[in-house]
């Protein structure tokens, strides 16, 4: 049995323009709906990616609430080992497709990272979150998605990537006939950069 989806992709505009039907696929009646789930992330219709997010940050919040009641079993280190397994791992997969969310969804993921470092260092609830998250070495949401897209698009520029990801950037000189210094080591900089700070995820 397949299991298969119809979805209108593009904005508001774009899709009241589209007429309603149906579509047929092996013998099988499909009807447009708003959002659809593919290997574990939730698409919606204008891309937006609010249903993906608000699902993962209830689920984390639910794990680091079952963390936090236990937390007095554990030490330090196995907190993290614990957090990293059930929390992060769920929270930043296939990150590289959704990190163009809204910058509201991304301050809700960057609530589930505060509440973990909490949980680690056994912080008050008002005690300012910079400073922890420094000492734990732990990236913000905002720039471990950068990290990760910036890795990607590094292995994709230098063919460390399948021809078929690769194939599809194109460099400024490639157009222009132009050679800059920032052509070639953009991506490295600001990989470097990023990784001063110890990530407590790579990629």
Not at 88 to 96: A, T
């Amino acid at each position: 049995m397949i299991a298969a989806s119809l979805i209108h992709r593009g904005s508001r505009q774009m899709i009241a323009k589209i007429p309603n039907f149906n579509l047929s696929l092996l013998g099988k009646d499909l009807v447009p709906t708003l959002c659809a789930r593919d290997l574990g992330v939730i698409f919606d219709d204008q891309l937006t990616f609010s249903d993906h997010t608000v699902k993962t940050v209830s689920s984390c919040m639910s794990s680091l609430t079952q963390i936090n009641q236990a937390k007095h079993v554990f030490d330090k280190d196995l907190l993290v080992t614990i957090i990293k397994g059930l929390v992060f791992s769920k929270m930043f997969y296939c990150s590289s497709i959704w990190s163009n969310t809204s910058v509201t969804k991304i301050n809700k993921l960057q609530a589930i990272q505060n509440f973990a470092a909490g949980i680690v260092t056994r912080s008050r609830k008002f005690d300012h979150i910079t400073p922890i998250l420094k000492q734990l070495r732990w990236m913000s949401i905002k720039d471990h998605l950068f990290y990760c897209d910036a890795i990607l698009t590094f292995k994709y520029i230098n063919g460390m990537a399948p021809t078929n990801l690769s194939s599809r950037f194109i460099k400024r000189g490639t157009i222009s006939g132009r050679s800059t210094p920032m052509q070639t080591n953009w991506t490295y900089r600001a990989i470097k950069r990023l990784r001063a700070s110890e990530a407590f995820y790579t990629t």
